[in-house]
């Protein structure tokens, strides 16, 4: 049926245009290669997909939950009790014990010491510091009146009357071998410039305009020819796969059912036939000829031994009694006192001669 359809839409896509006689050429023989390699390896894929689950429900998750309660067993519950019980309460007695004996004498000692004796000192190095500012400033206006009329009055003289006239008339000087090298330099670059262009520019040219150029126009056309075509096998390749795969998937189905039902014929329903025939019929008659009987036995002699633990029981408490009686005697009987209380009114009965109809 795949092969029906897969030859109608390669001929709808030769009616249309779509595809051509390579498609439809590659497609078949790519298909068969791609689903006798990939049968095997969905089978081989299927059967660890199934021993992966079973591995991780039957073995992984119950080893992982022990292995977790151990860890926790063995690493963070006593972590967590040494951490709440000893070094919490250790925690907070060194950051006490810290507070009282280095931050409290740290803060008066400052308070008291440091802070007066930081602003005297503040104090003297602002006076000695005006001081200073005083005579500095009486020095610097000596200093700068010598260095004005000493180096600054006769530097601009000789920079004003002697090296500027000097400068400009290098200045003109240099212009003028500037001009005359600029020249030469331009015939020169203007004599290799034609020379270059004559003897490499053109040639190369024409050898990029007529021989480069239709060259690579035709390796650019096989190029394309050869990409469509492995884009062709590509593409075909990949849909050989896909479709390869859910072959395999039907397949490997097939297979597995067939191996269930065959493991069903062969162990489990003789199991279940030897199950049913067999040992239920002989667990019955074992049950009816031996153990019913057997806990009516037992019933019975529990039965007898508790009517004989409770008789010896009475006997024992009889002796006891007995025993009593002939070394302190008859227990004395409790004696009525009179409270001085009228005694109750006795209650009407058939034989009075008076009920509550003829009370009155």
């Known amino acids: 049926m ?94 006490w014990l810290g507070k009282v004996l280095i931050v409290a004498p740290a803060a008066w000692l400052y308070r008291w010491v440091l802070t007066p ?31 004005r009329y000493l180096v600054v009055v006769p530097a601009a003289w000789l920079y004003r009357w002697v090296l500027t006239p000097a400068g400009h008339a290098i200045a003109w000087c240099a212009r003028g071998v500037a001009w005359a090298v600029a020249m030469v330099v331009r015939g020169v670059g203007t004599a290799l410039y034609w020379i270059t262009r004559v003897l490499f520019v053109l040639p190369a040219l024409a050898v990029w305009r007529w021989l480069l150029v239709p060259a690579g126009r035709a390796v650019m056309w096989l190029l394309r020819g050869v990409g469509t075509v492995l884009t062709v096998i590509g593409r075909e390749i990949g849909d050989a796969l896909g479709h390869a795969w859910r072959v395999a998937a039907h397949i490997s189905l097939v297979v597995g059912r067939f191996l269930a039902t065959l493991f069903r014929w062969i162990f489990v329903e003789p199991v279940r036939w030897v199950y049913r025939s067999v040992l239920t019929p002989v667990g019955h008659a074992v049950r009816d000829a031996v153990l019913r009987p057997a806990a009516r036995a037992a ?44 005694p109750a009114r006795r209650a009407r009965t058939l034989g009075g001669r008076t009920t509550a109809l003829t009370k009155d």
């Open 299 to 342: 019933r019975s002699v529990g039965r007898a031994t508790r009517q004989a633990l409770a008789s010896a029981r009475e006997s024992v408490r009889q002796a006891r009694a007995d025993f009593r009686r002939m070394l302190f005697g008859e227990p004395r009987k409790p004696q009525l006192t009179d409270r001085g209380e009228p």
């Open 2 to 95: 795949e092969l029906e359809k897969s030859g109608g839409r390669a001929a709808g896509g030769a009616a249309g245009g779509g595809e051509g006689c390579l498609v439809t050429a590659i497609r078949l023989p790519v298909r068969i290669v791609v689903l006798v390699l990939v049968v095997p390896v969905r089978m081989l894929w299927d059967a660890l997909v199934v021993s992966g689950r079973w591995l991780d429900e039957a073995l992984l998750r119950p080893v992982g939950r022990g292995l977790l309660w151990l860890a926790r067993a063995v690493f963070v519950w006593p972590l967590v009790g040494l951490w709440r019980y000893l070094l919490a309460p250790l925690g907070q007695l060194a950051l």
């Open 117 to 147: 004796v930081g602003r005297g000192v503040v104090w003297l190095v602002r006076g000695i510091g005006t001081v200073l500012a005083a005579v500095g400033a009486g020095v610097y206006a000596v200093l700068a009146w010598l260095v």
